[in-house]
């Protein structure tokens, strides 16, 4: 049976979204895999399948390129309001909010969680900073913006070798859950930012690790809101106060529908 997919990304970051409110899909893990293979599937850093739901215009579940099912998706979350124009979205991070606002998307990711259990770590030790270090990466804040992020603090982002330190971050034990590995550089204009993302590895963009950056920077008393944060694939705007959602700004992309025959891919 054929389905129909729409290709979207933020800033780069790249997604096949299936739309299963009228149609269910069962998705799971190989499947996962299998459509985000960019050799032998359609290729994508996250696969989304919109869902209907009780509390919210529809729900959103999100599966990492190495198909494990994850709690949030910040671009995917902008690139879902430009396509169904929803206004309140269900995801296993919690509610977000979107509106559009000419070719911007602005989005509300909820409020962020510092302590060591929400994040969550495996053990009761503080999370602003970690005092813990991975080769040249150390004392990092770690927070959930809806899923697990650390953010170092760096003076030269683009030095840090991320392929070998991500994912040996990403797979600590003393994550549970792994974690989104950011590096960031803070700028008088704003900050530069690259992400390590759990499941996919560096993407051109992360809303999630553009979200908890900005937060822990504006936390740490870096930067003041709103902040500007550039990575490979474009800049994001993000807002935030202690005691408010964090709300992300920035453009969704529209690629191309297609249709596949997802029993041959499995
Ligand atoms: N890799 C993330 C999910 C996608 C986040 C990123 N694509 C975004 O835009 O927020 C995780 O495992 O929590």
């Known amino acids: 049976m054929t389905r129909t997919f729409h290709k979207m990304h933020g800033l780069g970051n ?53 198909g494990i099912e994850v709690e949030s998706c910040g671009n995917a979350s902008r690139c879902v309001v430009a396509l169904t124009h929803a206004k309140t979205i269900e995801t296993g991070g919690g509610l977000v909010r979107g509106e559009e606002d000419g070719s911007d998307i602005e989005v509300s990711l909820g409020e962020p969680h510092f302590e060591w259990d929400q994040v969550p770590v495996t053990y009761a030790i ?40 991500g994912p040996r971050i990403e797979h600590d034990p003393v994550f549970p859950d792994r974690i989104n590995v950011n590096v960031a550089e803070v700028h008088p204009d704003g900050i530069r930012l690259r992400t390590w993302e759990r499941g ?39 807002a935030w106060a202690p005691g408010e959602p964090i709300r992300m700004r920035g453009s969704a992309t529209y690629v191309f529908k297609g249709e596949i025959e997802l029993e041959a891919l499995a």
């Open 200 to 238: 996919a590895g560096i993407t051109r963009a992360c809303g999630t690790g553009a979200s908890a950056t900005a937060v822990a920077a504006i936390l740490t008393k870096r930067v003041q809101s709103p902040v500007k944060v550039t990575m490979r694939g474009g800049s994001l705007t993000i």
């Open 126 to 165: 503080p999370t602003n900073p970690m005092p813990m270090a991975w080769g040249e990466l150390h004392n990092p804040v770690a927070l959930s913006v809806g899923n697990p992020h650390v953010v170092f603090f760096v003076d030269n982002a683009d030095s840090i070798d991320l392929d070998e330190l």
């Open 14 to 66: 790249d997604f096949v979204i299936f739309d299963a409110r009228e149609e269910p899909l069962a998705m799971d893990e190989p499947l996962a895999r299998a459509v985000s293979d960019r050799k032998t599937g359609i290729g994508c850093d996250q696969l989304v399948v919109l869902e209907k739901s009780t509390v919210a215009d529809l729900r959103m579940r999100i599966w990492n390129h190495d």
